[in-house]
């Protein structure tokens, strides 16, 4: 599937099929977030992968979703603010910002691989915490399901080009 293909087909599922996920997928998955190009390429996020089987009501804690439950695994993707790089100027960090890269290349990797995700980012970071047991300095920043997608792509709602794009090419 060309990269065109990909962004134009994936979409978020909001129902799985509790089938396992093949490992190798999940480690092509895993290396596609290594892989995501970072500030000063610090890697400042980290991933958690939990299985739901026998943890649905804690995660349900995180999200209170049936169908966030009813895939195999929940991926947690994490920033770590003290390992990101620092614009001197402000002192703005870019932890967050790897971290949202490193989901969307897990994301669209999780799509080639023919598994269904959902983007997550409405939860309580304190429960967060908790449920997953996180040490001091890796903060949540957004989870995803990950199995056999059991719904259908609905139509994408996008604004038009024109809306987005503030073009100074003269």
């Not at 966030?68 to 770590?80: D, E, R, Y």
């Not at 002192?91 to 269904?116: N, R």
């Not at 903060?139 to 059991?150: E, I, K, M, N, S």
Request: charged content about 25%; some cysteine.
């Amino acid at each position: 599937m060309s990269f065109q293909e990909l962004v134009r087909t994936r979409y978020s599922a909001r129902a799985y099929d509790p089938a396992p996920v093949d490992e190798d997928a999940l480690a092509r998955i895993l290396e596609a977030a290594r892989l995501a190009p970072t500030a000063a390429n610090r890697q400042a996020f980290r991933v958690v992968v939990v299985r739901t089987a026998g943890r649905e009501g804690e995660l349900r804690r995180i999200y209170d979703r049936d169908w966030f439950v009813q895939a195999p695994l929940v991926l947690a993707v994490c920033a770590v603010p003290a390992e990101g790089w620092v614009r001197e100027v402000d002192g703005w960090s870019a932890a967050g910002v790897d971290a949202t890269i490193a989901m969307t290349h897990l994301l669209l990797a999780a799509a080639d691989e023919g598994l269904g995700t959902c983007w997550i980012a409405s939860f309580d970071p304190t429960v967060a915490r908790e449920v997953l047991d996180l040490p001091e300095g890796v903060v949540p920043w957004a989870f995803t399901p990950l199995g056999r997608p059991a719904d259908a792509r609905s139509p994408k709602e996008r604004r038009p080009l024109e809306e987005l794009i503030l073009d100074h090419r003269g």
